[in-house]
């Protein structure tokens, strides 16, 4: 079977798979307790107003016409609206979706860019200072809850040394990359394009902002990847075939990189593709933390005031991101792995 | 169900391995700590003493701006002045902005984390072997069934799902009487434990996919073994062969699991009670999001109960690494922390 | 003909947990240039050790810890006069007084290696032309500078490991190289070698793997061609294949081949000359015929009598009884190691036997006491002598004489 054709068949499956998201995002209104007309009927509405209310948003037909609805109106790219804030729910949430993915990026760079060195070297090094410091860290940095790391973070290096900004994010990326090159985006509107100095400007800006945030959420992934690098390492390097490629004369690095260490990323991503639950759930927290407008201080002020169309339309976003992404760790774990005949 | 070679396995690891015996030392202290907290806490963790407020850890002192008012000639001064807080034996790791013992929360906080953590994984367990055993054994429909609703259950992160429950149904907790307490042993503690009931089951709801997963994966591969071939040919019935063959053989990996997701909801649910998503009334996550908003007078509030929670996880995360050297089941990590 | 390498005294050692072990215990062989030279012993009698100490790949906890590997090559010996005088005799270099780096460079161009299980010794997720061309082209870089200023890296790293994943054409590989070994899977005649190239080693069955680590190991035209148990893994009719793969390449190329294997009949088709190894040490050696026709040493004998032989039918083969010894330093004394074994062991076996010159071509020797006397000189030992546990009887174990081995000098008598 050919990638396309795998490709095809992950995406008829993952359409599935968002159908029964939608489907639970749906019946979550039915089986919690409150009705949606007290959150947004003043409260001293008369029957009459709650009824029409009700009428208004077709709370008062049967559910299976409610969830045609709902489904025809997904399909046309309506996630209803929220009448707290007088928008539509799409454009909320699509507003605030930048600001997550900047952040889920930035940690998974951190994370990679430091975890794959550090667990090569802790592999190549066993039994040395450098492999008991990347253990310990790797142990503790799986066990430490990330918000309060997050907290920790801002005690040290926004209180006591004032380094960082404790929290918001004054800028987006896509405003940086806007100095560059002329592109439509949600926000303020910016300078003609091809300005490089403002473009490093707002590039600092933005980063001076996101570095505690992503550090927060990077740690965790950093010290699991290095955990799975460094057995993997340990695994490959022992293996016949990185001897044949020392007998015939290559220098240890390209034995480590191109041989050994290709061969750990195999399993690492299959791993990674299970904990991106973990980075979403982490980036909600993180949000949380650091006054991140993102989807996950959406879903969580959403929630506590039962903006139903928000609450849906965040959730349904966030699983779909997820099925896209898992999508796509299959799609690189196959192209990396040869022996997977896309089954 | 648990052989000799296994018993000999375990010690063989433990005795080898330094960080092995590091866990259970850790898991043994937060246990022990959970179970007495009634006897081993200075104070009443609830109690609040506004004279003795942010009181700094010991070997730590702060100083804090006080105003006074007196009457000076007939009139009244106010006085601002700089006074320095001294810790005080009698609050060891300090007091919290209304006065409340520091320490004394962060033992009575370890019973909410673990009794979340083990029930919760229970509750998990039971659910996901199940599930997971029916699955895996009858194949088919049912099995296509079963892990279609897995597949839509892990398409939410747990962390996600877990608010979007808790923050729908609301935060009920049941409030169990402290035998300590009944006993007389510790008249000036809180007379109940509160658990939080919807957090348990919750993190039982997001977390169960794991273990029916693995419970399927072991039900499969046992199903098509030979000696179970043998055992149906003699006339042995599914009920009979699930719960002499296939269940035993599950034991393992799903323990080595359980040990993760253990530390894995103790981290959940830390994270919910920060964000406010709880019922308990002391618990490590909450006292780290009531000390944020004091972070740059009093950092020890939030400091404290993180230290905790990293021990805690540490130690749990060490026994299971302990138990997959030992027991080497080859079973997948599962959705770690948060 | 010239020798092109002679090891003298080699000791290979492994510092394991439960002690030390003594893989290769003063092993010494001449390797003549062009010829195939056999080393043949059972499984866990030092002979693939050894291969592995000439190319610098012992593993650790294992070390090299005694001897010399000379290596006839005269670049090699103008270029290291300089710095490593003492490691310089004439034309030959003695490897182990070389810097790591410079022995890394002899894998390749001086030794080209092939393994026993061709499907663990390539990497699962490159393609086997991609596998070949690294070895090309390691030699490609390495030959475009002196030895003395070549790169430790050849400017290879994580970086470029992870740009060559994302951008191609940036990668390690020219093209040059993939050419190349497109050609040598030809030479090593594999049908339809430019489809093949692009093809990873699941796609490939064990005899054309054989065949592909073979035409890896020719990248760098080797002077010398380690063959470490070539065919074990394969089945017969392959085995065949193989051989003859061999015999046409050394035929075509003149290059020397050290062949390890455990099957005399591989030994008898294809070698010119033979060392027989037991329990780390050479217990004897010749030319062909020496070792076939007049064997010595009781254990040779033994082995030649568990070949079945069709001239002979009927005749029942002979397995030498017992295991090979614990090669453990402490559980080994000072005697014929193969002496528990021997159906003609005597007294004179309880000491340990000098290798002495034997009946036939000059190269004959063997490490027996009965090269230089009769069976019946010495009095027999009894049956029940090795029976309960004299294996740790002598406290003193080889090796523990406190100069790392290098007492057992006296034992290399029979060196030119």
């Known amino acids: 079977m050919s990638l396309g054709r795998f490709l095809l068949r992950r995406g008829v499956q993952g359409i599935l798979v968002v159908w029964g998201v939608v489907t639970v995002v749906f019946l979550l209104r039915f089986i919690s307790p409150g009705d949606p007309v007290n959150f947004i009927a003043p409260l001293d509405a008369s029957p009459e107003l709650r009824r029409r209310i009700a009428e208004e948003l077709g709370l008062n037909r049967p559910m299976y016409v409610q ?47 430091i975890a794959i060195p550090l667990g090569v070297i802790s592999a190549t090094r066993r039994h040395q200072p450098a492999d008991y410091g990347a253990t310990l860290f790797s142990l503790v940095g799986i066990s430490t809850p990330n918000f309060w790391l997050g907290i920790m973070l801002i005690l040290v290096a926004a209180v006591q040394f004032n380094l960082f900004p404790t929290s ?47 550090l927060t959420l990077g740690t965790y ?123 | 169900m648990v052989s000799d070679r296994t018993k000999r396995n375990l010690k063989a690891e433990l005795r080898e391995s330094a960080l092995a015996k590091l866990g259970v030392a850790l898991v043994v202290l937060v246990l022990f700590a959970a179970v007495f907290a009634p006897l081993l806490a200075p104070h009443d963790p609830t ?16 100083t804090e701006n006080r105003t006074t008012s007196q009457m000076v000639d007939g009139e009244i001064q106010v006085v601002e002045e700089e006074v320095q807080v001294n810790a005080t034996a009698s609050h060891p790791l300090g007091t919290d902005s209304v006065g409340r013992d520091v320490l004394s929360r962060v033992l009575f906080g370890a019973r909410t984390s673990l009794l979340v953590g083990i029930l919760g994984t229970a509750l998990a367990v039971a659910l996901g072997v199940v599930v997971g055993l029916t699955a895996g054994y009858y194949r088919g429909r049912v099995d296509d069934g079963l892990m279609r609703v897995a597949d839509v259950m892990l398409a939410f992160p747990s962390l996600v799902l877990a608010i979007a429950l808790i923050g729908l149904w609301g935060r009920q907790s049941i409030a169990i009487p402290d035998p300590f307490v009944r006993l007389g042993l510790a008249p000036e503690m809180p007379e109940s434990a509160v658990i939080p009931g919807t957090v348990v089951v919750v993190v039982a709801l997001v977390n169960w996919v794991w273990f029916a997963r693995v419970a399927r994966g072991e039900a499969l591969s046992i199903r098509s073994a030979e000696y179970v071939t043998a055992a149906r040919s ?6 009979t062969i699930i719960r002499e063959h296939v269940l035993p053989n599950s034991v393992t990996p799903i323990l080595v699991l359980a040990t993760i997701q253990i530390a894995a909801i103790i981290l959940l649910e830390s994270a919910l009670s920060f964000l406010g998503f709880s019922g308990a009334n002391l618990s490590w996550g909450l006292d780290i999001a009531q000390g944020r908003d004091y972070l740059a007078s009093s950092w020890w509030i939030a400091t404290m109960p993180g230290i905790a929670i990293v021990l805690s996880v540490v130690g749990i995360n060490l026994i299971g690494d302990w138990l997959r050297d030992a027991l080497d089941p080859g079973v997948d990590q599962g959705e770690g922390g948060v | 003909m010239t020798d092109l390498l002679r090891v003298r005294d080699l000791q290979t050692r492994f510092f394991t947990q439960e002690g030390q072990v003594n893989a290769v215990e003063g092993v010494s062989l001449d390797v003549r240039e062009g010829e195939v030279f056999g080393v043949v012993g059972e499984s866990g009698s030092g002979k693939s050790v050894t291969a592995l100490s000439l190319i610098d790949l012992v593993e650790n906890p294992g070390r090299v810890t005694g001897g010399e590997i000379w290596l006839r090559d005269a670049d090699l ?9 003492d490691a310089v005799d004439g034309t030959f270099v003695d490897l182990l007084g070389l810097p790591d780096r410079v022995r890394r460079g002899l894998r390749g161009p001086t030794f080209g290696t092939v393994f026993q299980d061709p499907a ?24 475009a500078n002196p030895r003395s200023v070549r790169s430790r890296t050849q400017g290879y790293g994580l970086a470029k490991f992870l740009v060559g994943g994302a951008v191609p054409g940036r990668g390690y590989l020219s093209e040059e190289s993939e050419t190349r070994a497109v050609e040598l899977l030809e030479q090593v005649g594999i049908p339809d070698p430019a489809e093949r190239a692009t093809e990873y080693p699941h796609e490939y069955s064990g005899g054309m793997l054989q065949r592909a680590l073979i035409a890896q190991a020719l990248a760098g035209e080797p002077d010398l061609l380690i063959a470490d148990e070539p065919t074990t893994a394969l089945d017969v009719t392959i085995q065949a294949q193989i051989l003859d793969l061999l015999a046409d390449l050394q035929a075509e190329t003149g290059m020397t081949i050290l062949l390890i294997t455990h099957n005399l009949g591989v030994i008898a088709r294809m070698c010119d000359r033979v060392a027989v190894m037991y329990a780390g040490e050479v217990v004897e050696r010749g030319t062909l015929s020496d070792v076939f026709e007049r064997p010595v040493h009781p254990y040779t004998q033994g082995l030649l009598g568990s070949i079945p032989d069709l001239d002979s039918a009927g005749e029942r083969l002979q397995p030498i009884a017992g295991n090979v010894p614990s090669l453990l330093d402490a559980e080994m004394d000072d005697r014929c190691y193969f002496a528990d074994r021997c159906p003609k062991a005597m007294e004179a076996c309880l000491e340990d036997p000098d290798e002495r010159a034997a009946a036939g071509s000059a190269d004959h020797a063997a490490r027996c006491v009965l090269t230089a006397m009769d069976y019946g000189d010495s009095p027999p030992l009894p049956d029940d002598h090795f029976g309960n546990g004299s294996d740790g009887d002598s406290p003193e174990g080889r090796g523990t004489d406190g100069n790392g081995g290098r007492g057992t000098d006296d034992r290399t008598g029979g060196d030119r």
């Open chain 1, 67 to 113: 969830y045609a609805e709902y489904l025809a109106g997904l399909l046309r790219g309506d996630m209803g609206f929220s009448f707290l804030r007088g928008q539509e729910a799409s454009a909320v949430v699509f507003a605030r979706l930048p600001a997550t993915i900047e952040l889920a990026v930035a940690a998974s760079v951190v994370a990679v860019v």
């Open chain 1, 168 to 214: 918001q994010r004054p800028v987006g990326f896509l405003e940086a990359v806007g100095h560059l090159v002329a592109i439509e985006f949600a926000g303020p509107s910016v300078a003609a394009p091809l300005d490089v100095r403002a473009f490093a400007d707002t590039l600092g800006t933005w980063l001076w902002h996101i570095t505690l945030p992503a």
């Open chain 1, 221 to 343: 992934f950093t010290a699991l990847i290095t955990r799975l690098t460094r057995s993997g390492m340990l695994d490959e390097l022992g293996k016949p075939y990185v001897d044949a490629a020392r007998a015939k004369g290559l220098p240890e690095t390209l034995v480590r990189y191109r041989h050994a260490l290709r061969n750990t990323l195999i399993p690492v991503i299959t791993v990674l593709g299970l904990q991106l639950g973990t980075l979403i759930g982490g980036a909600v927290i993180t949000e949380a933390v650091f006054a991140w407008p993102g989807l996950g201080t959406l879903l969580i002020s959403s929630i506590n005031v039962r903006d139903w169309p928000l609450i849906q339309a965040s959730l349904i976003v966030i699983g779909v991101s997820f099925v896209l992404l898992n999508i796509a760790v299959d799609a690189l774990y196959a192209s990396l792995d040869p022996r997977v005949d896309y089954e």
């Open chain 2, 47 to 62: 109690a609040t003493d506004p004279k003795n407020a942010s009181l700094p850890p010991l070997g730590f002192s702060t």
């Open chain 2, 234 to 239: 003699i006339g042995a019935s599914d009920r």
């Open chain 3, 77 to 85: 010996a103008a270029e290291t006069r300089e710095d490593h005088p």
């Open chain 3, 120 to 143: 663990s010794s390539l990497n699962p997720s490159l393609t086997v032309g991609e596998q070949i061309a690294e070895a090309v082209e390691v030699q490609r870089r390495a030959d």
